[in-house]
């Protein structure tokens, strides 16, 4: 006969036992991620005659060698976790998220060895267009579920040589912020007594971003020519709307990873002058109240 003390424990245990059941089940997908990445890493330094952190018979140090830490394998571990986190819908070429890894444990050797000679190139992204609220529509370039993964890793290494210098008052897209603090911020200017306010919309910015421009930003703080060569051609990657590949000369399209923080990178020189001339305001990607 169970008492209620033994019917409790009981409960206890099973719970216990579906924690630590799930728990396996994450930890065996982790070590099965990290095992594919570490595979290519050997494989590729085999082939390649490859010693400790030198690539392809090329030594790099430090910012000079950020794509190396773009593919090292934690990082490569966070990227594809985020990106199935996140799913969204498959690109130009069809695949979706859950196909993803199988397909990386195929070809992640080769893929690896493109990235570090530089010979990689993406996909067309696929052109996805949701109404606005006030009419018009908002064009989105979504990438392939392997260029948003290589997008993501790339991502990861960027912001701690961007984000510290980036203003106080932009919110969008940043590590530990959110939308919810700029519209504080906003509030506590008004209650300090500023009545007049600008509501700037940049309209259509992502799709006009200049990639000269963008470029010549991005290469003063990154020393590794072969990651600034891997953003311009995700930039120049070309969009794929009713089966048609266009080309692509200007912008920076939402959907990918990458565009968030490339979109900051631009808009920093607002933020600067903005407090150049003493304004306050609180911006979060390409809106903001002045």
């Given at each position: 006969m169970w008492t209620a003390p033994m019917r409790r424990a009981k409960r206890r245990g099973e719970r216990r036992s579906v924690h630590h059941?799930?728990?396996?089940?994450q930890k065996a997908s982790e070590q099965l991620e990290l095992a594919l990445v570490a595979a290519g890493e050997a494989r590729a330094s085999q082939r390649s005659g490859e010693a400790g952190p030198t690539a392809h018979g090329i030594e790099r140090s430090g910012d000079d060698d950020l794509l190396s830490q773009v593919v090292e394998r934690s990082n490569l571990a966070r990227a594809l976790k985020r990106v199935r986190q996140n799913q969204g819908s498959a690109g130009s070429d069809g695949m979706t998220v859950d196909e993803l890894l199988p397909y990386l444990k195929r070809h992640w050797t080769r893929l690896r060895e493109a990235l570090l000679t530089g010979r990689y190139q993406p996909s067309a992204v696929r052109q996805h267009q949701i109404p606005k609220?006030?009419?018009g529509v908002r064009t989105l370039g979504i990438p392939t579920a392997l260029d948003r993964f290589i997008q993501q890793a790339v991502l990861q290494v960027l912001p701690p040589r961007f984000d510290p210098t980036f203003s106080e008052s932009?919110?969008?897209?940043?590590?530990?912020?959110?939308?919810h603090e700029a519209v504080c911020q906003a509030q506590r200017y008004v209650q300090r007594g500023r009545r007049w306010v600008v509501d700037v919309d940049l309209e259509q910015f992502f799709d006009r971003v200049n990639h000269d421009v963008l470029m010549g930003k991005l290469s003063p703080r990154i020393a590794d020519r072969r990651v600034l060569v891997l953003i311009?051609?995700?930039?120049?990657?070309?969009?794929m709307a009713n089966g048609v590949v266009q080309a692509r000369y200007e912008g920076t399209p939402q959907g990918g990873p990458l565009s968030p923080l490339l979109a900051n990178v631009l808009l920093d020189e607002v933020d600067k002058e903005l407090e150049r001339r003493g304004h306050r305001f609180a911006r979060y990607a390409e809106d903001c109240n002045v």
């Open positions: 059941g799930r728990a396996r089940h609220p006030g009419g932009s919110y969008g897209f940043r590590p530990g912020r959110r939308a311009r051609r995700f930039l120049a990657a070309g969009m």
